[in-house]
């Protein structure tokens, strides 16, 4: 089994309404910093992302950015980052940040995070990549989206050997210790390819 040596988190810019998303944040960076594992994510330095950086970088954990120039203003890149990535478009930015990944792991956010995540899981469905998805339900937050996912199989949308592709847990470190045992680390392929599918 290949160790997990980074992981992306996708996670929202805002910090969300209850105090418990910050928290699952924090406690995220600072566990992957623990066992070794690189934080690679959007480089904001403000809400959910903020915390999840800074978290990191106070346990001496290494943490990576990506972000795209025309979001460079309005997200505020974090400047104390081990290494930040400035890309050209959203594109790039997230398949740059699947090929530093081992992993992805989910939590709270909205519009931006949802896309992120329902993309690396229909890569994941096509076999473009062989790496993990988590979400970490944090407080129920994901509780109604899941449902969701759940009548869109009932409705045969969602085939059932496609139904357990997101790995989700309440837990952030019982949803690392799951990822860590998933491990499959295929490569992300070229765009060109990408977009073929």
Request: aromatic share 6%; net charge neutral.
């Amino acid at each position: 089994m290949k160790r997990l040596r980074a992981a992306c988190v996708f996670c929202g810019s805002q910090a969300g309404a209850r105090p418990a998303y910050l928290q699952a944040a924090r406690e995220l960076g600072a566990l992957l910093a623990r066992r070794d594992v690189a934080v690679v994510y959007g480089g904001g330095h403000v809400g959910m992302m903020g915390a999840l950086a800074d978290s990191a970088l106070a346990a001496g954990g290494r943490v990576i950015g990506v972000i795209p120039e025309h979001l460079m203003r309005p997200e505020v890149a974090h400047q104390g980052l081990t290494e930040l990535l400035i890309v050209d478009s959203m594109h790039t930015r997230k398949r740059t940040m699947a090929s530093r990944a081992d992993a992805f792991i989910v939590l709270p956010g909205g519009y931006g995070t949802f896309e992120e995540m329902f993309e690396m899981v229909t890569w994941l469905q096509l076999r473009l990549h062989a790496k993990p998805v988590g979400l970490v339900n944090v407080d129920g937050y994901f509780d109604h989206l899941l449902a969701f996912l759940q009548h869109a199989a009932q409705q045969e949308f969602i085939r059932a050997p496609h139904r357990d592709l997101l790995t989700v847990d309440a837990s952030v470190a019982a949803l690392l210790e799951r990822l860590a045992g998933q491990s499959g680390a295929a490569p992300v392929p070229a765009v060109d390819e990408l977009d073929r599918s």
